[in-house]
C-alpha cells in the first residue's frame, strides 16, 4: 500500500508531467548477482533508478541514481534491455531498463540520504522475499529466458 508521501508525489507528478519516465538497471557483480535496493517511502525490492528529470537524458538519470542510491559509478555505456509501459503504476508512465554487466562499473561512496532503507546483492535465480511484480519479471526475462513483456508489471 503507497503511503500517502507516495500518492502526493505521484498526484504532483500526474498534473506537472503529463508523460512520465523512468531508469533502473539490473548491475551485476563478479558473483552474476544483481544489486537491488528497498526505499523507506514504498514497500517492496527493485532495482535501482528513478525519475528522469526535465531536460535530462536517460543515461544521465541512470548515472545520477545508480551513484545515489548505490555508489555504483558506470565506467563503460550500458546496453537498453527493455522499454515498458507502467500504467499500472500510473497512466503515461514508463521505464527503460539497462543492463550493467561486471566490469562496467566501479564502486564509490552512495550520495542518497534517507531514500534507501536496505541494499542488497542477490541471486537473480533466487529473488528476495517482497520483490515487486515487475522487478520479478524483469530479472526473468534477463536471467531465465522469459519473453519479454511490453508491460513493467503483470495486468490485472
Known amino acids: 500500500m503507497p503511503t500517502l508521501r507516495t500518492?502526493?508525489?505521484?498526484?504532483?507528478?500526474?498534473?506537472?508531467r503529463p508523460v512520465t519516465l523512468g531508469v533502473r538497471a539490473a548491475v551485476e557483480n563478479a558473483d552474476g548477482h544483481v544489486f537491488m535496493v528497498r526505499h523507506t517511502y514504498t514497500p517492496g525490492w527493485y532495482m535501482p533508478g528513478g525519475g528522469v528529470e526535465r531536460g535530462e537524458p536517460a543515461l544521465e538519470a541512470l548515472r545520477r541514481e545508480l551513484v545515489e542510491e548505490g555508489g555504483i559509478q558506470l565506467t563503460a555505456e550500458p546496453k537498453v534491455f527493455g522499454f515498458y509501459s507502467n500504467h499500472h503504476n500510473f497512466r503515461n508512465d514508463h521505464v527503460?531498463?539497462?543492463?550493467?554487466?561486471?566490469?562496467?562499473?566501479?564502486?564509490?561512496?552512495?550520495?542518497?540520504?534517507?531514500?534507501?532503507?536496505?541494499?542488497?546483492?542477490?541471486?537473480?535465480?533466487?529473488?528476495?522475499?517482497?520483490?515487486?511484480?515487475?522487478?520479478?519479471?524483469?530479472?526473468?526475462?534477463?536471467?531465465?529466458?522469459?519473453p519479454v513483456s511490453p508491460w513493467w508489471a503483470p495486468r490485472t
Not at 566490469?103 to 522475499?129: F, K, L, N
Open 7 to 16: 500518492l502526493a508525489f505521484q498526484t504532483w507528478f500526474r498534473i506537472s
Open 96 to 146: 527503460l531498463l539497462y543492463h550493467v554487466p561486471w566490469g562496467s562499473w566501479e564502486q564509490v561512496s552512495a550520495t542518497s540520504t534517507g531514500e534507501i532503507a536496505e541494499t542488497a546483492w542477490v541471486d537473480p535465480h533466487a529473488p528476495p522475499d517482497g520483490i515487486t511484480a515487475g522487478n520479478l519479471r524483469r530479472l526473468e526475462e534477463l536471467y531465465r529466458g522469459a
